[in-house]
Structures are given as C-alpha cells and as structure tokens.
C-alpha cells in the first residue's frame, strides 16, 4: 500500500487522552485478495485495490503509542 497522508488533526480535552484524526488517499492498485487451496496460493480475479481510497482513521493516544481504533473507507476519489 501506498498512504498519501492529506490530512493530521489531534485533539485534547482536558483529562482524557488525545486523540487524532488523519486523512489519507491509499493506493492499493498494486495488491489484489488471494486464497490458498490446496497448498497453492490463487489471486481473486477482479479484487484489485483501488488506486485513490479516501479513508479516514480515528487514533487515541494510551501509553506512550498511538493506537488506531476505527477506519473508515469513504469513496475512492481523493
């Protein structure tokens, strides 16, 4: 995967931990779905990435590391 990062935020509130928002345009052109049977291992024909997914991923910070707690695919124009 290729992420283009578009956009950070983070946020604060007072006693709670921060928590982020990032924006990114992925291309996943270049990976495609496959299944193994039978010890061989077979692409799933039309399971290519898109090359422009808009996704949005929410972050919170605990512990000293940024964890990702949801990610949302929202179309494939960035």
Do not use: K
Not at 16 to 26: H, I, M, R, S, T
Not at 47 to 76: C, E, K
């Amino acid at each position: 995967m290729v992420d283009h990062v578009t956009a950070a935020r983070v946020l604060t509130s007072t006693g709670g931990n921060p928590a982020a928002v990032v924006v990114d345009c992925q291309d996943a052109s270049h990976h495609q779905v496959a299944r193994a049977r039978g010890g061989h291992v077979v692409l799933v024909p039309g399971s290519r990435g898109p090359a422009h997914a808009r996704l949005y991923a929410s972050l919170t910070y605990s512990d000293g590391r940024w964890l990702v707690q949801n990610i949302t695919f929202t179309g494939n124009q960035c």
